[in-house]
């Protein structure tokens, strides 16, 4: 089992580029998360899925989207993106939400220029 | 609105000295507490959770609901413990997580 898988690994923009990060589970998990991770911060919620069908903003939603495709897949999109959007970027996955155990993907490190 | 303060951004101990790294929450209900841990090049994974008060690579965590506090222990550090400590506070479907304490454990 691969987990959870991420692509791309590396990824810089322009200012007002525009992008979507990919994510993958094969643990068939009901819940998954995207999050960032910025020194001196901690990882923050951007946006999560409790389950296929269903997404809600986490604690800072502002200037992405997302898609859960299906079961396995949780996208996030920058439609335009800004500096303060250079960030790691985390997706995550748990067998339902809560108390629940999350596992990680390798991350994304994408650079707004 | 439940919140997660690790004081700490870095922690430098010697190896075969103990480590305490410090977590303290808000929240109004029955918190959930987890630790979890990122080494290098390595994916962020759970280290351990109160509920199940298992001690995981040495360390133990208690929860202080009176001092709302959940600090990491471990008597004797180990080099392989230098990491990114994350801790964590569950509600609903999310994790709230602390800004995290780099350990660093010298030789």
């Known amino acids: 089992n691969a987990g959870v898988t991420q692509t791309p690994k590396f990824q810089v923009l322009k200012t007002g580029q525009s992008m979507t990060l990919q994510c993958a589970q094969d643990?068939?998990?009901?819940?998954m998360y995207w999050y960032r991770q910025d020194p001196g911060m901690g990882l923050r919620l951007i946006y999560y899925?409790?389950?296929?069908?269903?997404?809600d903003k986490g604690e800072v939603p502002n200037g992405y989207n997302v898609s859960r495709l299906n079961k396995r897949e949780f996208s996030l999109r920058l439609e335009s993106a800004a500096p303060s959007q250079t960030s790691v970027y985390f997706c995550?996955?748990?067998?339902?939400?809560?108390?629940?155990?999350?596992?990680f993907g390798p991350g994304t490190r994408l650079t707004v220029l | 609105a439940q919140r997660v303060t690790q004081p700490e951004k870095l922690l430098s101990v010697f190896k075969g000295a103990p480590v305490e790294l410090k977590c303290n929450y808000s929240?109004?209900?029955?918190?959930?507490l987890f630790w979890y841990v990122q080494y290098s090049r390595q994916r962020l994974q759970l280290l351990l959770r109160?509920?199940s008060r298992e001690s995981i690579k040495g360390f133990t965590a208690d929860l202080n609901k009176g001092e709302t506090s959940f600090h990491l222990k471990k008597p004797f550090a180990q080099e392989e413990d230098s990491a990114m400590y994350y801790c964590?506070?569950?509600?609903?479907?999310?994790?709230?997580f602390g800004a995290g304490t780099t350990v660093t454990v010298r030789a």
């Open positions: 995550a996955s748990s067998l339902a939400g809560g108390p629940n155990e999350q596992f």
């Open positions: 643990m068939n998990h009901n819940s």
């Open positions: 899925s409790a389950s296929e069908g269903t997404t």
């Open positions: 929240y109004s209900g029955s918190p959930e």
């Open positions: 109160h509920i």
């Open positions: 964590a506070l569950a509600n609903d479907y999310k994790l709230s």
